[in-house]
């Protein structure tokens, strides 16, 4: 069964940098991308950075103003993203997100995604 486990959220002040990561286990998909989306308190989810893990590409959403660094270690199976000059807004629930297409016949395919449980980030002074 696949497991994704978030780690590295706190507290930290205004302009302050966080450092999360997420462990990922128990699947051999042939290839794959991991995600990060946040909720803030009392908003929807809002997609913040994605990585492909065979390929490496990588995007990023519009609010993030070039503050996020998204990265993976391929032997640890392992995704990190650094977070810098943190702001008030920034505070929010960080999720973890595999997302693999699975072939069911010869002429479709399904999006699978599997959640992390999350890490909370709190930006506060």
């Known amino acids: 069964e696949v497991q994704l486990v978030e780690s590295g959220g706190g507290l930290v002040q205004p302009g302050g940098s966080l450092r999360l990561s997420c462990a990922a286990s128990?699947?051999?998909?042939?290839?794959?991308?991991m995600s990060w989306v946040r909720q803030a308190p009392g908003k929807g989810l809002e997609w913040v950075s994605a990585?492909?893990?065979?390929?490496?590409?990588?995007y990023y959403g519009e609010s993030i103003e070039g503050r996020f660094t998204i990265s993976r270690d391929i032997a640890k199976n392992t995704v990190y993203l650094q977070m810098n000059s943190l702001k008030p807004e920034d505070t929010a629930v960080y999720y973890c997100?595999?997302?693999?297409?699975?072939?069911?016949?010869?002429?479709?395919?399904?999006?699978?995604?599997?959640w992390g449980k999350g890490t909370l980030v709190t930006v506060s002074s």
């Open positions: 997100k595999l997302s693999t297409l699975s072939r069911t016949s010869y002429y479709f395919q399904r999006l699978m995604e599997y």
């Open positions: 128990g699947f051999t998909f042939d290839d794959y991308s």
């Open positions: 990585i492909s893990w065979n390929g490496g590409r990588i």
